[in-house]
C-alpha cells in the first residue's frame, strides 16, 4: 500500500508522545548467574543498564556515578519473559459480531489499570501480545506491550516501534460465530473461502486506489476508504505479521497453503496443539508457533494433543514459544517452560529461549528484547533460584532500567484505580476458565449447540 | 462554533419580539394561565452579576424576555410585576452542558428479520448523526420542570442512540406549547457515545473506534467531491446522497464540535485518540474520572464539561474486630472517593475551563453534589461559573446569557440566601424572561436539611436484586420477577413467571450507562425462540423493548424493582 497519510502521521504522534514519556533508568546488577539466552549462562556476571539499554556485561564492572547497584549475588538473571500469546489489559477482546474485522484494533482498548499487569510482572513477564479474541476468521490487529504498571495512560505501555501483528483463527471459534448468527463461515470450508475472498478482493481494492494515485487530474474522485481493506493490503505487503489461533493439523496446513498463493510470509499458529503432525511443513515454510505446555481437551478440536509438541517443533526447527493466553498462566510462565524437559528433554537454553526469544523473534522484536545483549533493551527478571526450578521465586523485574517489581516492597493491594461504591471484595481461589477471555463477547451458543442441527 | 453563533444571534433578534407579542395578544386566554404581565422588577436583592461580582441591595428588571436594567437607583416601569428580593440572591441562570433534558428516548428499533450482524442498517446500528434533537423534544417531559427548579435554565440536551444518535440543540427550560418555543439554538455539536449495538457491528468499543475512522475519511472524501461538483459538475461523477456522511460535513469542515459522552478516564482517552488522528473539534462531557487528564485536555485545546454526578460516600464496616487489611482497603476506597468529588477543583486548579453535564443527574441532587465539590476544595465564584459563564462561553453563548447583566436573556435563578449554602432555597427562576414560583418550605423542627429530599438510592449495584417485571404480548401481559445477580465481574439473572411456568435464565446480560440488556428463551411449542431486551434503568424502573428476532415483533416490557433489596 502506498502509505496512508492518516495511518503514518497517526503512528508518528503516538510514538512521540509515547517516547516522550516512557521512563528509562539506570542500573548494575551485580554478580549473577546471567543467563544470556544467546550466549550460555555467565556466572559471578554484572549487566550494566544505561538509558534503558543493556550496555555492558561482563566480571568485575565499574560503578559508574549515580548508578543504582542491585547485589545479585547467589540469584538468577535472564531476560524478560515475553508472553505471545496474552488478553491481560483489555477493555474488550473480540469484535465479535463480523467475521472479518481487520480494521479494529487492540491498541485503541488497552487497559492499564489491569491489576493483572502486576501480577505478570511479578512472574517475571516484561513483554506482552495483547491479542484480538478468538470469534472471527480474521480478527483485530493486536498490541504488543511492555508492562509498564502504574501509568494510566495506554500510550506509556506501547511497545514503541514494534510491528503490527494481527489475530486469524480457524476451526470451532470462528465457525460457532457464523453458525449462531446465520452467516459465513458455518463450517471449516467457509473459513477458507472467507479468507480467500478477503484477500482477493484486498488486491482490487489495491489496483483501484494505486490507479486512483497514479492519475494525474486535478479532478479525481477518490474511491471509497475502507480501513478494513487498507490492513488486509499492509498484510499482502508484509506489513503486518498474522498470528492464527489454530488447532487441528489439515487447517494449520490449509492456511500455509492459502498464504503460499498469496505470497504472505510472516506467520505464527497460535496454540496448534497438532503442530507437532506438521512440524516438517512448518520449518519449511518458515512459519513458527506458540503453543500451550500441556493445555487441552476443552473443546473437541483439541483432544489430539501432547506435551511434546513444544519439544517436537523445537527439534524440528520451528521457532517455537509458550504462552499463557490466560491472566493466571502469566504468572508462571517459566514453569510451563520447565514442562519441556520432563516431556522432551529441552537444555535449559532451549527452554528458556521458548519463554524469551522464540516469542520475541515471532512479535519481530528479537532485536530489542529476548536475551541479555550490550544494545538490547533492559528488561531483566532476577529469580532466586534457577528460573527453570519448581521452587524459584521472581524477585525484582526490570523494563527500560525501570524497576516495575520488587518483592521485598510488593503491597498486597496493587490496583491503580479503585471504585468508591464497590464493595471490598472477596478474592476466591483462581478460576482459571473464568480467566480464558478469547470468546468473549462472542459466546451466542453454548457448547452442546455447537454439534445440534437447531440452526 | 462560528456559523452557530451567528445563527444564535439572529435567533436572539426574533425570539423576544416573538413571545412579547404572543403575551400581548393572549388577552383572552381561557385557561387563565397567561401572566399579566412580562416585566417584573426584583427589588433590594443581592445580585450576583457574575462570579464574585455582586450588588446588595440592587434592583433588577425583567421585560419582553431580556434584563434590561441591573443597579441601586433603578425606576420600575409601570407594568412591572414587583417582587420584594430582601434577604434574596439574584443570579444568572444555569446552563447545563449536556444532558438529554426535554428529549424523549424514541422507540428503539426492532431488531431487523434476517439481520446481517457484520453490515446491519446504519439506524440499527445506532449510526444516526443526521437526527436533530428538536424532533424528540417532549414539551411535557418531567424533566425540564425538574432541572428548571434546581436553576437550570438552558440545556444542550443530545438525543437518545448509540454510537452517532445526532444532534443537540440549546433549549430554554420553559413551558411552551411547541418544541419550537424552546428552541436557542439547533444543531449545535455532533453528539458521540461508546455505545455498541446488540448482537451486531459495530458491538463493542473495537468496533466503533474503526467504524469512526472510516466514517470521517470517506466523509471528508465525500465533502471533497461535493464541493468539486458543486463548483463544477461538468465531466465529474455525481457524487451519491448520503445524509449519514452529509451529517459530517461541518464537523470536517472545523464548524460543528464533537460532545463525547465519556464518563470514565479509558474513554476520555479514547476520544482524544479520535481527535488527535482525525483533527476535528472536540467536547468531552460527563466525564467522571478525568482528574488525571486536566493539563492534557487543557493543551489539546478540548472544551470539558464535567459530570454532577458524584458517587456516594462509602461507608466504613462498623465491626470492631476489623482487620488491618480491610482498614486498608477502605482507607483507599475513601482516597478515590476524594478524587471524584475534588475533581472539580482538580480543573480549577489547572485553570482549565470548564461547565457541568447533568446526564444521570436528578434535579434535588444538582445543589447537595455542588455543596460536596465546594467542601473538596472547589471555590463559591468557580462553581458558580461552571454553572453560568464557563458553558456560557463553552457553548458560544456568551453574548445572551451566562451572567445578570443588561441585554443578556432574562433567565435568572432568585434564592432565599446564597445559593451554596446548605439552607438557601429557589424562590423564582425566570427562563426566557418569564417568571416560575416555587414555594419556600418551612425548616423541618430537627437538623438543618431545608429541602425535602426523596431518599437517595444508595446501593453499590443498581441491578442487584428482585424486581417484578410486566411483558406485554398479544396474548396478555404477563407478569413475575426477574431475580439478578452477580458471579464476579458477570451478572446473572433468572426471571420467575407468575403463570407457573418454568423458570427461565437471563443470559447475556450486559449493564453499561444505565442500559441493561439482555436475553432469554421461550419454548413456543417445540421452538426455541429466543427474545432480545434491551432498555433503560433509572433508578428502579427498567423501561424496555423485547423483541423476538424469529418472528420480527416487538413488545414493551417494564419493571419495577422490589423494595427492600
Known amino acids: 500500500m502506498k502509505k496512508n497519510i492518516y495511518i503514518i502521521g497517526f503512528f508518528i504522534l503516538v510514538a512521540t508522545i509515547a517516547n516522550a514519556q516512557v521512563q528509562k533508568g539506570d542500573v548494575l546488577i551485580k554478580n549473577g548467574t546471567v543467563l544470556t539466552i544467546t550466549n550460555g549462562t555467565l556466572e559471578n556476571t554484572d549487566v550494566l543498564i544505561q538509558k534503558g539499554k543493556i550496555t555492558k556485561v561482563g566480571k568485575n564492572l565499574r560503578i559508574p556515578n549515580d548508578v543504582m547497584t542491585v547485589d545479585a549475588t547467589g540469584k538468577f538473571v535472564m531476560p524478560g519473559i515475553l508472553d505471545a500469546h496474552s488478553h491481560i489489559a483489555g477493555s474488550a477482546i473480540n469484535e465479535g459480531t463480523a467475521q472479518v474485522t481487520a480494521e479494529v484494533s487492540m491498541e485503541d482498548v488497552v487497559n492499564p489499570l489491569d491489576v493483572a499487569i502486576y501480577r505478570a510482572l511479578a512472574g517475571g513477564v516484561t513483554t506482552t501480545h495483547l491479542m484480538h479474541g478468538s470469534a472471527n476468521v480474521i480478527g483485530g490487529q493486536n498490541e504488543t506491550m511492555k508492562l509498564r504498571y502504574g501509568s494510566t495512560n495506554p500510550d506509556d505501555l506501547r511497545f514503541e516501534g514494534a ?46 486506489w494505486d490507479a486512483y494515485r497514479a ?224 470468546m468473549e463477547d462472542a459466546q451466542t451458543l453454548s457448547f452442546s449447540d455447537l454439534f445440534s442441527n437447531k440452526k | 462554533m462560528k456559523i452557530e453563533r451567528k445563527r444564535i444571534f439572529r435567533l436572539m433578534l426574533i425570539l423576544p419580539f416573538l413571545f412579547g407579542t404572543l403575551a400581548v395578544n393572549a388577552q383572552s386566554d381561557y385557561t387563565g394561565k397567561s401572566a399579566a404581565t412580562r416585566t417584573y422588577a426584583i427589588t433590594n436583592a443581592s445580585i450576583v452579576q457574575s462570579p464574585g461580582a455582586v450588588m446588595e441591595g440592587g434592583t433588577i428588571i425583567v421585560k419582553n424576555g431580556l434584563i434590561s436594567a441591573v443597579g441601586k437607583n433603578v425606576s420600575i416601569p409601570d407594568d412591572a410585576e414587583v417582587l420584594d428580593g ?42 444516526t448523526p443526521e437526527i436533530h434533537v428538536v424532533d424528540q423534544i417532549d414539551i411535557s417531559s418531567s424533566t425540564i420542570s425538574d432541572m428548571r427548579k434546581a436553576g437550570f435554565t438552558i440545556a444542550h440536551t443530545v438525543p437518545y442512540g448509540r454510537m452517532l444518535p445526532g444532534s443537540g440543540a440549546l433549549i430554554f427550560l420553559a413551558d411552551k406549547d411547541h418544541p419550537d418555543d424552546l428552541i436557542l439554538a439547533e444543531n449545535v455539536a455532533m453528539f458521540s457515545q461508546f455505545v455498541g449495538a446488540p448482537g451486531a457491528y459495530p458491538g463493542n468499543i473495537l468496533g ?108 466504613e464496616s462498623k465491626s470492631e474486630d476489623k482487620t488491618e487489611e480491610v482498614k486498608q482497603l477502605e482507607a483507599r476506597k475513601m482516597d478515590f472517593y476524594k478524587k471524584y468529588v475534588s475533581q472539580a477543583a482538580t480543573y480549577q486548579a489547572a485553570g482549565v475551563p470548564f461547565g457541568f453535564s447533568t446526564m444521570g443527574t436528578r434535579g434535588n441532587k444538582v445543589k447537595t453534589n455542588m455543596m460536596t465539590m465546594i467542601e473538596n476544595g472547589l471555590s463559591a465564584d468557580d462553581a458558580l461559573a461552571a454553572l453560568t459563564t464557563g458553558p456560557a462561553s463553552l457553548l458560544g453563548i456568551d453574548k445572551v446569557a451566562g451572567t445578570a447583566e443588561v441585554g443578556k436573556l432574562g433567565n435568572l435563578v432568585v434564592t432565599t440566601g446564597p445559593y451554596f449554602e446548605k439552607k438557601s432555597q429557589v424562590k423564582y427562576v425566570f427562563v426566557d424572561g418569564d417568571k416560575y414560583d416555587y414555594e419556600i418550605k418551612e425548616a423541618k423542627k430537627k437538623g438543618d436539611e431545608a429541602v425535602d429530599e426523596p431518599a437517595a438510592d444508595t446501593s453499590n449495584e443498581p441491578l442487584l436484586g428482585s424486581w417484578s417485571y410486566n411483558f406485554t404480548t398479544p396474548q396478555g401481559d404477563q407478569g413475575g420477577k426477574m431475580i439478578i445477580k452477580k458471579a464476579g465481574a458477570l451478572y446473572t439473572g433468572v426471571m420467575t413467571s407468575d403463570d407457573g411456568s418454568p423458570d427461565t435464565d437471563m443470559e447475556d446480560i450486559s449493564f453499561r450507562d444505565g442500559t441493561l440488556s439482555f436475553s432469554f428463551s421461550v419454548d413456543g411449542g417445540g421452538q426455541n425462540i429466543e427474545i432480545l431486551v434491551s432498555g433503560t434503568v433509572s433508578g428502579k424502573n427498567y423501561d424496555a423493548q423485547a423483541s423476538v428476532e424469529a418472528f420480527n415483533v416487538s413488545f414493551d416490557l417494564t419493571a419495577t424493582k422490589d423494595d427492600g433489596n
Open chain 2, 208 to 315: 466503533i473506534m474503526a467504524k469512526w475512522r472510516n466514517l470521517y475519511r470517506n466523509a471528508d472524501n465525500a465533502m471533497k467531491h461535493t464541493i468539486m461538483y458543486s463548483e463544477n459538475p461538468s465531466g465529474l461523477e455525481r457524487p451519491n446522497r448520503d445524509r449519514t456522511l452529509e451529517a459530517f460535513f461541518p464537523v470536517v469542515a472545523g464548524e460543528k464540535p464533537v460532545f463525547f459522552n465519556v464518563q470514565n478516564m479509558l474513554d476520555v482517552r479514547r476520544a482524544m485518540r479520535l481527535q488527535k488522528d482525525l483533527g476535528f473539534k472536540i467536547a468531552v462531557a460527563n466525564v467522571k474520572q478525568g482528574w488525571e487528564m486536566a493539563e492534557e485536555l487543557k493543551q489539546n485545546g478540548a472544551t470539558v464539561f464535567l459530570s454532577m454526578d458524584l458517587p456516594d460516600e462509602p461507608k
Open chain 2, 86 to 127: 430582601t434577604g434574596m440572591y439574584v443570579y444568572a441562570g444555569f446552563i447545563d452542558g449536556m444532558s438529554n433534558v426535554g428529549t424523549k428516548r424514541p422507540k428503539a428499533m426492532p431488531r431487523p428479520s434476517n439481520l446481517f450482524t457484520p453490515d446491519p442498517p446504519n439506524d440499527y446500528a445506532g449510526i
Open chain 1, 215 to 438: 492519475n494525474k487530474s486535478t479532478r479525481k474522485v477518490a474511491p471509497e476508504y475502507d480501513l478494513r481493506m487498507e490492513t488486509l493490503v499492509d498484510i499482502l505487503e508484509g506489513e503486518v505479521l498474522v498470528h492464527c489461533h489454530s488447532y487441528r493439523a489439515d487447517e494449520i496446513y490449509m492456511l500455509m497453503k492459502v498464504f503460499s498463493d498469496f505470497g504472505i510470509e510472516k506467520l505464527t499458529f497460535q496454540h496448534a496443539n497438532e503442530a507437532f503432525k506438521v512440524a516438517p511443513e512448518l520449518a519449511a515454510f518458515g512459519a513458527s508457533a506458540s503453543v500451550f505446555a500441556d493445555w487441552w481437551a476443552y473443546k473437541l478440536e483439541v483432544y489430539y494433543s501432547t506435551a511434546y509438541n513444544a519439544a517436537i517443533l523445537t527439534k524440528n526447527g520451528v521457532t517455537t514459544s509458550i504462552n499463557s493466553d490466560s491472566g493466571e498462566l502469566i504468572r508462571h510462565l517459566f514453569h510451563e517452560a520447565a514442562k519441556t524437559q520432563k516431556y522432551g528433554d529441552l537444555t535449559d537454553n532451549e527452554a528458556l529461549a521458548l519463554i524469551t526469544l522464540n516469542p520475541a523473534k515471532q512479535l519481530g522484536i528479537d532485536n530489542r528484547v529476548g536475551s541479555i545483549e550490550v544494545g538490547k533493551d533492559g528488561d531483566i527478571a532476577i529469580f532466586d533460584g534457577h528460573p527453570l526450578s519448581t521452587y524459584a521465586i521472581p524477585q525484582m523485574t526490570y523494563i527500560d532500567g525501570i524497576k516495575y517489581f520488587d518483592r521485598a516492597t510488593d503491597k498486597s493491594d496493587q490496583r491503580l484505580y479503585i471504585n468508591p461504591e464497590e464493595t471490598i471484595q472477596e478474592v476466591s481461589i483462581f478460576d482459571r476458565e473464568s480467566q480464558h477471555r478469547c
Open chain 1, 163 to 208: 510491528p503490527r501483528t494481527i489475530k486469524f483463527a480457524l476451526g470451532e471459534n470462528p465457525t460457532r460465530g457464523g453458525r449462531s448468527r446465520g452467516i459465513q463461515p458455518q463450517s471449516r470450508m467457509g473459513v477458507e473461502a472467507m479468507l480467500r475472498n478477503s484477500f482477493s478482493d484486498a488486491k482490487i481494492y489495491r489496483t483501484t
